[in-house]
């Protein structure tokens, strides 16, 4: 197995008139949480967006684990191993936490429809063994006590949560996880990137998009920053810190390179 997850290239994308991205490229090693930050409409959701198959690029190459791929739909995305959360949550509000997280699963399944048309063996015991890895996807992220609640009741904190377990029931390569800590309180900011971290310390993958500049530069491996549609930096949180383009785009211009960063504000973007 490579140890490079995702690796993209000279990736394009225009709408109309507005270029919003130009010949942007990453690279994510396995088991990294990788960083993409900039201001609003630097083109992070766009770029988000291209990867996970919801636009298609102008121009660009994949790999995805060493081999060829072509983002064209969020579920052949899903099926080739990116899973993906939303800036704005995207739960079945009306199942209850345990269902959502087995509609993840159900990716991974090889029932079929007349398995579960004429409930045979083979799919009753794969629903069984759904359930069961949903329950522990639950436990893994906090929440197991709230799987028999309805999506819609759970707290704000939890609900991404939610959406994280999800995701990992998918059994991804990377996941892209959008603006997960936005407007969460300080204490569930804190509980997230325990989280986070945690996934990564299982060999997991991690690209984020995030606002929250010291969450960050704090959690991390390396980082890119995008402005206008191009990348003006990669690499460390400390060198992107120190990268002058990067304090005159974002950070601000008292920024200090000892780490004094700053939290931008959150919003849509392009």
């Known amino acids: 197995m490579t140890d490079t997850v995702l690796r993209v290239a000279g990736i394009s994308k225009r709408f109309g008139g507005l270029q919003a991205l130009s010949d942007v490229g990453i690279t994510i090693e396995r088991g990294q949480v990788y960083g993409l930050i900039g201001p609003n409409g630097a083109g992070k959701t766009t770029f988000f967006n291209v990867i996970t198959g919801l636009y298609t690029p102008d121009s660009g ?3 995805l684990a060493g081999k060829p791929y072509v983002p064209t739909a969020v579920h052949e995305v899903a099926k080739a191993g990116i899973a993906r959360t939303f800036q704005n949550i995207r739960l079945f509000a009306e199942m209850t936490a345990l269902e959502n997280v087995m509609v993840g699963r159900h990716i991974r399944t ?3 429809l007349l398995g579960a048309i004429f409930r045979t063996p083979g799919f009753k015991n794969e629903e069984a063994s759904i359930e069961k890895r949903s329950r522990e996807l639950l436990e893994y992220v906090g929440i197991s006590k709230y799987a028999d609640y309805k999506a819609r009741t759970l707290s704000y904190g939890d609900q991404r949560r939610l959406e994280i ?7 991804p390569q990377l996941i892209a996880l959008d603006e997960p800590a936005a407007g969460m309180n300080a204490t569930e ?6 989280l986070i971290d945690q ?7 991690i690209l984020l998009i995030e606002h929250d500049v010291k969450l960050v530069m704090g959690l991390c491996d390396r980082v890119t920053v995008l402005d206008y549609g191009k990348q003006i930096a990669e690499g460390t949180p400390a060198d992107v810190q120190k990268n002058e383009k990067v304090i005159e785009a ?5 920024h200090e390179a000892t780490g004094n960063t700053a939290t931008a504000t959150s919003g849509e973007e392009q």
């Not at 377990?165 to 059994?171: E, F, H, N, P």
């Not at 974002?250 to 008292?254: A, P, R, V």
Request: hydrophobic residues 30%; positive net charge; without cysteine.
């Open 61 to 63: 190459t994949f790999e």
């Open 110 to 112: 090889g029932s079929g």
């Open 165 to 171: 377990a999800r995701a990992l029931a998918t059994d």
């Open 189 to 194: 900011k804190v509980l997230l990137r325990e």
């Open 250 to 254: 974002y950070l601000g211009q008292n």
């Open 199 to 205: 996934i990564r310390k299982d060999n997991r993958t």
